[in-house]
């Protein structure tokens, strides 16, 4: 990239910014993927509650984050209630190391995530159209998806 004087410009404040990254799968899924798994790990961080909280939500059929993929939602909760029971006997260096063998070992839990994360912000989408990013109306984000 050395090359791109633009490319390595931001190369560099990034480098200088941000003392981590992480390499995703570029797939199409990698915002997803990147959402997903900080998401996760900050719950852990925060604590039991916070993880349980998001389980919870999750479950709830009527909850925050409807999703009417019943099998979907259960293979996640069990994930979640993995990652929740370690935290509470062994702490979050555990916790985090486990949710990390799921994501590294795992390509189930990796795909489930993903498809609820995209169900859940499609809902959203599809919930709110006249809302707007940067001026371009949900509305017309949504139709371009589903048409």
Same mark, same amino acid.
């Given at each position: 990239y050395?090359? @791109?004087?633009?490319?390595?410009?931001?190369?560099?404040?990034?480098?200088?910014?941000y003392?981590? %990254?992480r390499?995703?799968?570029?797939?199409?899924?990698? +915002?997803?993927?990147?959402?997903?798994? *900080?998401?996760?790990?900050?719950?852990? @961080?925060?604590?039991?509650?916070?993880? /349980?909280?998001?389980?919870d939500?999750?479950?709830?059929?009527?909850? +925050?984050?409807?999703?009417?993929?019943?099998?979907?939602? !259960?293979?996640?909760?069990?994930?979640?209630?993995?990652?929740?029971?370690?935290?509470? /006997?062994?702490? #979050?260096?555990? *916790?985090?190391?486990?949710?990390?063998?799921?994501?590294?070992?795992?390509?189930? %839990?990796? !795909? #489930?995530?993903?498809?609820?994360?995209?169900t859940?912000?499609?809902?959203?989408?599809?919930?709110?159209?006249? *809302?707007?990013?940067?001026?371009?109306?949900?509305?017309? *984000?949504?139709?371009?998806?589903?048409?």
């Open positions: 050395k090359e @791109t004087p633009a490319v390595y410009s931001k190369m560099e404040a990034l480098k200088r910014d003392t981590h %990254f390499k995703v799968r570029a797939d199409g899924n990698c +915002y997803y993927r990147s959402v997903g798994y *900080a998401y996760i790990e900050k719950l852990l @961080t925060l604590g039991p509650v916070y993880l /349980k909280d998001f389980r939500k999750i479950v709830k059929k009527d909850g +925050y984050y409807k999703c009417d993929d019943p099998a979907m939602v !259960n293979i996640l909760s069990g994930h979640l209630q993995q990652l929740y029971d370690r935290l509470l /006997k062994e702490g #979050v260096e555990k *916790a985090l190391q486990l949710f990390f063998r799921m994501v590294i070992l795992s390509e189930h %839990f990796d !795909n #489930v995530l993903i498809r609820f994360l995209r859940i912000i499609a809902n959203y989408m599809l919930k709110n159209t006249s *809302a707007s990013i940067n001026g371009l109306p949900l509305s017309t *984000a949504v139709m371009s998806e589903y048409s």
